[in-house]
């Protein structure tokens, strides 16, 4: 009997910026869908003054896991999770009003829900 072959399924992103300061953030595009290995941007667009640009992902069903922050200071720094997770970098925009993160080479693995966080 011909056994059908199972659908190839894309990695999709959603993007939101954290409860209670959603009105200062705006994501560029809140769900990214992707071909598998392509590197994807996910943008948060922000207005507050923050120390700290974090990022975090939640699977369904767990707690959002920290990936990594990226200072807004005169010198910006990555500061990673341990154990980092890997082909994720982080950047800041020359007007310091964006933020990046770009995941590369990503897979049906990286789907899931992405936070962004501004923190003093």
Known sequence: AGSKLPMRQKPSLTLRGAEGVGQDITANRARVFSASGQTVTLSCNYSV??????????DPGSAPQYLLLITDTKEPRVVRATPPQP???AALNQER???DLKISSAAVSDSAVYYFAPVD
């Open 87 to 89: 082909g994720l970098t």
């Open 49 to 58: 003054k923050a120390e700290n640009l974090q990022w975090y992902r939640q």
């Open 97 to 99: 009003n964006r933020v």
